[in-house]
């Protein structure tokens, strides 16, 4: 059975900083590129950041490459998220994704929310 289940998530002061997590199971990690992808309250989904299967090279939005960092450890079939200088309109819940045509994976989310 595949699996993605993400944690990490949770409360945070603007400014503060969050890890997400992604543990993977059921398939072939190293064989998949991998994603996070955010929905905030009320908005569809936004692309956050994509590495390649083999670790690479990484991508990420516009507005997070300055803070966020993606990456992935094949030993433990663990993607992460590193998010700096939370600001409240990074509240959301972010998913992680793998992707190898034609198969698409998705978690079930984790909850980020940046308040004082």
């Known amino acids: 059975e595949v699996q993605l289940v993400e944690s990490g998530g949770g409360l945070v002061q603007p400014g503060g900083s969050l890890r997400l997590s992604c543990a993977a199971s059921?398939?072939?990690?190293?064989?998949?590129?991998m994603s996070w992808v955010r929905q905030a309250p009320g908005k569809g989904l936004e692309w956050v950041s994509s590495i390649t299967w083999n670790g690479d090279s990484t991508y990420y939005a516009e507005s997070m490459k300055d803070r966020f960092t993606i990456s992935r450890d094949g030993a433990k079939n663990t993607l992460y998220l590193q998010m700096n200088s939370l600001q409240p309109e990074d509240t959301a819940v972010y998913y992680c994704?793998?992707?190898?045509?034609?198969?698409?994976?998705w978690g079930q989310g984790t909850q980020v929310t940046v308040s004082s």
């Open positions: 059921g398939f072939t990690f190293d064989d998949y590129a």
């Open positions: 994704n793998a992707y190898r045509w034609p198969s698409h994976y």
